[in-house]
């Protein structure tokens, strides 16, 4: 069984080179001024709160079926 194509013959896909750029100049600035500041502590404390949210924002999304 053959599957559908992801897009549609008229569309393409294009680089969005603006987009890549911001993407990766926000991860290097992090890197440069967040790296200093890295301790454990904070790093579990953000582990920990990543793993609150999304897993209660999955939770209520699959449960009101919006996921």
């Given at each position: 069984?053959?599957s ?13 080179w ?9 991860l290097l600035?992090g ?6 500041h890295?301790?454990?502590g904070r ?10 949210t ?8 699959l ?5």
């Amino acid at each position: 069984m053959r599957s559908a194509p992801l897009l549609p013959p008229a569309h393409r896909l294009s680089v969005a080179w603006f987009h890549g750029g911001w993407l990766y100049a926000n991860l290097l600035i992090g890197i440069i001024w967040g790296l200093p500041h890295l301790t454990w502590g904070r790093s579990l404390a953000s582990a920990s709160l990543m793993l609150l949210t999304v897993g209660l924002g999955h939770a209520v999304g699959l449960h009101r079926g919006i996921i």
